[in-house]
């Protein structure tokens, strides 16, 4: 057997056709959408669609299989709505709405909630904070411990906040984490990064400097201060994303940075990170990543927003093939317009993670299905000539044979070669014949395995599908 030794590397010789629907538009009524969140606001079992924008705060309401109905206002009154939460403050059994607002001014930008009154009907703004500057974050989690959820804000500017939950529904005066300004804050994620059982925030600074830095949680909501675990100089961050990625129990991070590349780091224990382990190459701009177990296979995949310029862009992901070998780039749509968020959720109740993402640009709130009733495996091979080559795996899982078909318009010579999880070469066809191969369970045995298309004529390497047998 021959073992394969730079797996990422074959990855960069085709784009693949994501196993995402086209996209499906939720709404482009509202005014430069730019938060989303997705959790079930009416309590009818499915998750609606929560949306800040420009003006408002909204809600899709979903009827099933998909489809929502128009927006309907929570709040009008509100100037930029940058980021959207919910969660049951009030312990009524329905979901209440929070927001931050960025209201253009030097610090009149409020911290405020809105109580779910039932079936989707909402009380007026109750005002948390009325003076964050630059407002940009709001989460809602029990940060001191004490069982109840209480409100953590960030500003972009700098300002890290918490709000202690009093009961009643009231909240305390602000209590700074961090209170410096000047900083541009990218982002803030509420983590348990050192294991020890409470909340800690991981924080993004900007491109001019990159870095990743973290507030320990010692208990009763007192912090640390900011300790640095990841330096500008390691990674010109644009995006990171905390998750645990290798399935140990602690928390790796996803970066993107200015190289136009998605990596990650392993949590390697006391807030020691590993090397950058190459995810994707993509020769754009990256602006964020996301990552979620979207087709249920216990591993993680990852997802990216890339932007050429405010009106131009794409999102991708990349299926993780398991041990964090991951699917070349897979794009599922370039239909956006100045991006703004992404999300995952099971809208349509099939069991998978269906995909959602705002854009301001277009006023767009949209979202893509997951098909995980697709087991064909299709990709494009791009040419010179603007043709294409398609491929079908069928059926996959199986436990006695899979059938590789070629829709090869060019007639091109492909050879096959079949990898199981460890890199080892299992299995080789050097000339695919008739553009169609029939792959035994006798000759790879049980289990993963990745096939791969060699061009004969250019010597590229074409990822096609990750095999299962049973």
Do not use: C
Request: aromatic share 12%; net charge negative; glycine share 10%.
């Amino acid at each position: 057997m021959r073992v394969l030794l730079f797996i990422s590397q074959l990855f960069l010789s085709s784009i693949v056709i994501a196993q995402y629907s086209p996209q499906q538009i939720i709404s482009t009524s509202i005014n430069a959408p730019l938060s989303v969140y997705p959790v079930d606001i009416d309590g009818d079992g499915d998750e609606d669609i929560l949306s800040g924008s420009a003006g408002k705060i909204s809600w899709f309401d979903n009827l099933g299989n998909g489809t929502f109905l128009p927006h309907q206002v929570i709040d009008s009154n509100n100037f930029n709505v940058v980021s959207v939460y919910a969660q049951d403050i009030d312990g009524d059994g329905d979901m209440d709405v929070f927001s931050a607002s960025d209201a253009n001014s030097s610090s009149n930008d409020p911290i405020a909630w809105y109580e779910n009154l039932g079936g989707g009907v909402f009380g007026p703004q109750q005002i948390i904070d009325p003076n964050m500057n630059v407002a940009f974050f709001v989460y809602v989690e029990d940060i001191d411990g004490d069982g109840d959820f209480d409100v953590i804000s960030a500003s972009s500017d700098g300002p890290i906040r918490w709000y202690e939950n009093m009961g009643s529904n009231t909240f305390s005066p602000p209590q700074d984490i961090y209170s410096w300004t000047g900083l541009w804050r990218l982002g803030i994620y509420l983590r348990d990064i050192d294991n020890d059982g409470d909340l800690d925030i991981l924080s993004e600074t900007s491109a001019l400097t990159s870095d990743v830095n973290w507030f320990e949680n010692l208990g009763n909501g007192v912090f640390g201060i900011e300790q640095t675990i990841i330096t500008g100089s390691m990674s010109n961050n644009l995006g990171i994303y905390p998750i645990d990625m290798d399935g140990d129990g602690d928390i790796d991070l996803i970066e993107s940075t200015q190289g136009s590349q998605i990596g990650w780091r392993e949590n390697l224990g006391n807030m020691n990170f590993g090397n950058w382990q190459s995810i994707a190459i993509n020769g754009t701009v990256g602006h964020s990543v996301f990552a979620d177990d979207v087709d249920g296979d216990g591993d993680v995949d990852v997802f990216s927003a890339y932007i050429n310029s405010p009106a131009v862009g794409l999102i991708s992901w990349y299926r993780n093939l398991g041990n964090n070998v991951f699917s070349p780039t897979q794009i599922i749509t370039t239909d956006i317009n100045f991006y703004k968020m992404m999300h995952t959720s099971d809208l349509d109740l099939d069991g998978d993670q269906d995909l959602i993402s705002v854009s301001a640009g277009d006023d767009k709130v949209a979202w893509y299905e997951y098909d995980s009733s697709f087991t064909d495996s299709v990709f494009l091979e791009i040419s010179s000539f603007n043709r294409t080559l398609t491929a079908r795996v069928t059926p996959n899982p199986f436990s006695d044979y899979t059938e590789i078909i070629l829709d090869n318009p060019l007639n091109t010579d492909y050879g096959l070669s079949i990898y199981n999880i460890l890199g080892e070469e299992v299995k080789r066809v050097n000339k695919i014949a008739g553009n169609k191969i029939r792959i035994n369970k006798t000759d790879i045995g049980r289990g993963l395995f990745l096939a791969y298309l060699t061009n004969l004529n250019t010597g590229g390497r074409i990822f096609i599908e990750k095999l299962v047998t049973h």
